[in-house]
Nanobody, 122 residues
Framework: QVQLVESGGGLIQAGGSLTLSCAAS????????MGWFRQTPGKEREFVAA????????DYTTSVKGRFTLSRNNAKNTVYLQMTSLKPEDTAVYYC???????????????WGQGTQVTVSS
């Protein structure tokens, strides 16, 4: 089992920055691919970004490229999502995810956190 706990969400004005953290525990989480998703009411959960177990490859959804940066610190079992130039449309509940398979972490990860709310005001 892998447990994921997100933190860092909040209310921020448009144009501002926020960094989310995801603390992982359980199995050897440093071997897991990690990702971030987001969801707004009435919509499906959307892929945001993901990284391989060693951080050597990182993918982003088009709408956040150049504004969001995903990083991981395996020594701390923590993944970060640095968000800059935030827009009202970034408002969502952000979820951390993990899977042993890199390909699956972008689609149907095995493990999810409980989510953290990010609200961007205009």
């Amino acid at each position: 089992q892998v447990q994921l706990v997100e933190s860092g969400g909040g209310l921020i004005q448009a144009g501002g920055s926020l960094t989310l953290s995801c603390a992982a525990s359980g199995r050897t989480v440093s071997s897991y691919a990690m990702g971030w998703f987001r969801q707004t009411p009435g919509k499906e959960r959307e892929f945001v970004a993901a990284t391989t177990w060693d951080g050597s490859s990182i993918d982003y959804t088009t709408s956040v490229k150049g504004r969001f940066t995903l990083s991981r610190n395996n020594a701390k079992n923590t993944v970060y999502l640095q968000m800059t130039s935030l827009k009202p449309e970034d408002t969502a509940v952000y979820y951390c995810a993990a899977d042993i398979r890199t390909t699956r972490v972008r689609t149907t990860p095995a493990y999810w956190g409980q989510g953290t709310q990010v609200t961007v005001s205009s």
